[in-house]
């Protein structure tokens, strides 16, 4: 049996770990492609790379490319391309630049990979999902957007370090946007299947909300520079293990919504099943009223920021 191909559009801070991770892991062979001004970057990075496997002794090969005809039938595509964030900027101040850049990633893949599952990355993650999804015109179930997985596991690290248990155990679901309006649902938060509310206090509870939504502020003004790298890599890596394995695990993605919690039209962050065929199902979770209308609220700020797109 042949080798899956992962290609990986950006092969900047997310991209070169999400490139080391995949090889680990042994998920298929990785190609980098990036801007021709950067192919001397990710040629270096996938080489780099290359001569780490001897320790750990993984056979995945890797190379890097200016070139996007070297995402040539690739099986998972994802694509970190863009700019990130610095301090004091919010996601949607990368619109306008990262629009440009995916609605030319999206060209390129309908051309070279048409049958690929297609993970989105770059912010405003839902906005630049959704853009893609419209450039593409690839069929919902092979579109999806990386978010939720990664603000889910941002729940899960705050409620394992607050409560100094593994965070093995603790489980949870994180709805709606990639920001501050995202809706961590708290009732359905447990450590080893014990309620989280059995466990911390509403106010502490409440913190650990705070700081998930703010997760990702957290650390580009730790980074100065750039934002968060090696999280969403792993987040990236859950969903192409996902994919390839067809595990059917459930992930919160930014999955396109049609009808499901009464969303039409719109990627947002909802508990998903991804599996061989990709975004297979989207689980439909009974919101209360309060959760309803946090919902309702993220919402609003994605259409807010799809509608900027012009798309
Ligand atoms: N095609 C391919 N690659 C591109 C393109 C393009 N049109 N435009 C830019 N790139 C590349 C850059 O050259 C760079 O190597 O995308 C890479 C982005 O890497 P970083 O600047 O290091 O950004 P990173 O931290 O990896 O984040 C990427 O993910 O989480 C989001 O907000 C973040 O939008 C940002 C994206």
């Known amino acids: 049996m042949s080798r899956k191909k992962i290609a990986l559009v ?5 991209g070169g770990i999400l490139a080391l991770i995949c090889a680990q892991k042994e998920l298929g062979d990785v190609v ?4 021709p001004e950067a192919e001397g970057m990710v040629k270096g990075k996938a ?3 290359m001569q780490a496997r001897p320790h750990d002794g993984y056979d995945s090969d890797l190379s890097g490319s200016g070139d996007f005809s070297d995402l040539k039938d690739a099986d998972v595509v994802a694509i970190t391309a863009g700019v990130p964030r ?3 900027m919010t996601r949607e101040d990368l619109l306008a630049t990262n629009l440009n850049i995916i609605s030319n990633v999206a060209e390129n893949v309908k051309k ?3 049958e690929a599952f297609v993970i989105v990355v770059s912010n405003p993650l839902d906005a630049i999902v959704y853009a893609f999804h419209k450039v593409s015109g690839f069929p919902k179930n092979r579109v999806v957007g990386m978010a939720g997985a990664l603000d889910n596991a941002r729940f899960r690290t705050f409620i394992a370090m607050e409560t100094g248990m593994s965070v ?3 489980s949870c679901i994180v709805m709606g946007g990639h920001g501050p309006t995202m809706v961590p649902l708290i009732r359905t938060a447990t450590v080893g299947g014990v309620p989280l509310t059995d466990i911390l206090s509403r106010k502490e509870i409440d913190a650990i909300v705070t ?6 502020t957290e650390l580009v003004k730790l980074y100065g520079k750039g934002s968060a790298f090696f999280s969403p890599a792993a987040a990236i890596t ?3 293990e996902a994919y390839l394995k067809d595990k059917k695990r459930v992930i919160p993605s930014a999955a396109f919504c049609e009808g499901e919690y009464g969303i039409d039209g719109y990627f947002i962050g909802v508990p998903a099943v991804i599996g061989a065929g990709g975004v297979e199902r989207i689980l439909e979770v009974e919101l209360t009223e309060q959760e309803s209308n946090l919902l309702g609220s993220t919402l609003e700020k994605v259409k807010a920021t799809v509608a900027e797109t012009g798309l």
Request: hydrophobic share 45%.
């Open 10 to 14: 950006g092969g900047g801070q997310i």
């Open 32 to 35: 980098v492609i990036d801007i």
């Open 47 to 49: 080489l780099d790379i």
């Open 86 to 88: 610095k301090p004091g």
């Open 112 to 114: 070279f990979a048409p």
């Open 168 to 170: 093995q155990d603790v």
């Open 211 to 216: 700081r998930v939504q703010e997760a990702g």
């Open 238 to 240: 859950e969903m192409i």
